[in-house]
């Protein structure tokens, strides 16, 4: 059964700065997605970044990027420029594919917290 | 435009009661879930679905019994409510013919079971 884990229950930054959320996850398989979702108080869950484990490249987006290394099964989230908006739950999370039968398995959560 | 929508948000009830609880999707997505957040906010899948049928059942108590009457609609009846019930209630969709498609969430539907 794969694993996801998240080590930093909470962080938080003065707003401007950047922050490094730490992922490690556990599987035996050799092609698999991961992704970070974020849940701000309003509780909807968002998609911030996806990464597709065959792919060398870091993904990013905007302000968002990702340290992926596949052999140590790490999978960080880099927040450039933090903004009072980004402050939120933010989860790992991990899937195997398989055509309309993937679920995702989750990570506990680091609440960041961006001070102004 | 909600693209998926629950309802209700929040909801309360005593012990042993049944209810209900609505999802439906407007984006045209052939795959539904229902995703379980506990008190200390871990998020677990329960059930998903593709075109009406169910595909994951992930050890969910008999008294939980998703229904989709079709494929923008994926509802959660819940039996004879227990405390340990109490959680918020995720619904979500997902293109089926992509992999590692993200997910849609709805806003949650937060239950407490007194």
């Known amino acids: 059964a794969q694993t996801v884990t998240q080590s930093q229950p909470e962080m938080s930054v003065q707003e401007a700065e950047t922050v490094t959320l730490s992922c490690t996850y556990d599987?035996?398989?050799?092609?698999?997605?991961l992704f970070w979702y974020k849940q701000p108080p309003s509780r909807q869950m968002i998609l911030v970044i996806r990464q597709e484990a065959y792919k060398q490249q870091n993904a990013t987006e905007n302000r968002f990027s990702v340290n992926f290394q596949k052999a140590a099964k790490s999978f960080s989230l880099k927040i450039s420029d933090s903004q009072l908006g980004d402050t939120a739950m933010y989860f790992c999370?991990?899937?195997?594919?398989?055509?309309?039968?993937?679920?995702?398995?989750f990570g506990t959560g680091t609440r960041l917290t961006i001070i102004p | 435009d909600t693209a998926v929508s629950q309802t209700p948000k929040y909801l309360v009830t005593q012990m042993g009661n049944d209810k209900s609880i609505k999802c439906e999707q407007n984006?045209?997505?052939?795959?539904m879930y229902w995703y379980k957040q506990d008190s200390k906010k871990f998020l677990k899948i329960m059930f998903s679905y593709n075109n009406k049928e169910l595909i994951i059942n992930e050890t969910v108590p008999n008294r939980f019994s998703p229904k989709s009457p079709d494929k923008a609609h994926l509802n959660l009846h819940i039996n004879s409510l227990e405390l340990g019930d109490s959680a918020v209630y995720f619904c979500a969709s997902s293109r089926r013919h992509l992999l590692g498609e993200k997910l849609f969430f709805g806003s949650g539907t937060q239950l407490s079971v007194l």
């Open positions: 984006l045209g997505h052939d795959t």
């Open positions: 599987t035996s398989e050799s092609n698999y997605y």
């Open positions: 999370a991990f899937t195997l594919p398989n055509f309309g039968n993937e679920k995702l398995t």
